[in-house]
């Protein structure tokens, strides 16, 4: 393990060490446990951006889909795409009537 300082309000030191003493946990356990938890979905969330993004590229879901897993417009999904060089998708004619029927 390797030690560290953080500097904490009044307030937040007071809450830690009120879960501490109800939790039977250590100052350190709590804030491991934060900083694992915290760490853990933003490594969970570019994980899911990834796969949306190879599934993107390789056609299995459309800009707008891709929009919607990343949590953005469809302009900034296009920006998104266009910042990573990857080519925008154009739906074939039978696709755009499959969408029509569905939608």
């Given amino acids: ?8 309000t009044d307030d937040q030191h007071r809450r830690l060490k009120s879960s501490s003493k109800k939790e039977g946990r ?8 934060a900083v694992d938890t915290a760490y853990e979905k933003k490594d969970s969330i570019e994980h899911r ?5 190879e599934a ?4 299995f879901i459309s800009l707008g889909k891709l929009a ?18 990857i080519p925008l998708r154009m739906q ?6 499959r969408d029509a ?3």
């Fill in 1 to 8: 393990m390797k030690r560290t300082n953080i500097m904490l």
């Fill in 68 to 85: 919607e897993t990343l949590g953005v417009d469809i302009v900034s999904a296009r920006s998104y795409l266009k910042e990573r060089n």
């Fill in 101 to 103: 029927v569905n939608a």
């Fill in 56 to 59: 993107y590229k390789e056609g």
């Fill in 92 to 97: 074939e004619p039978h696709e755009i009537a």
């Fill in 49 to 53: 951006k990834h796969i949306a993004l």
């Fill in 26 to 33: 250590t100052l350190g356990e709590i804030d491991r446990g």
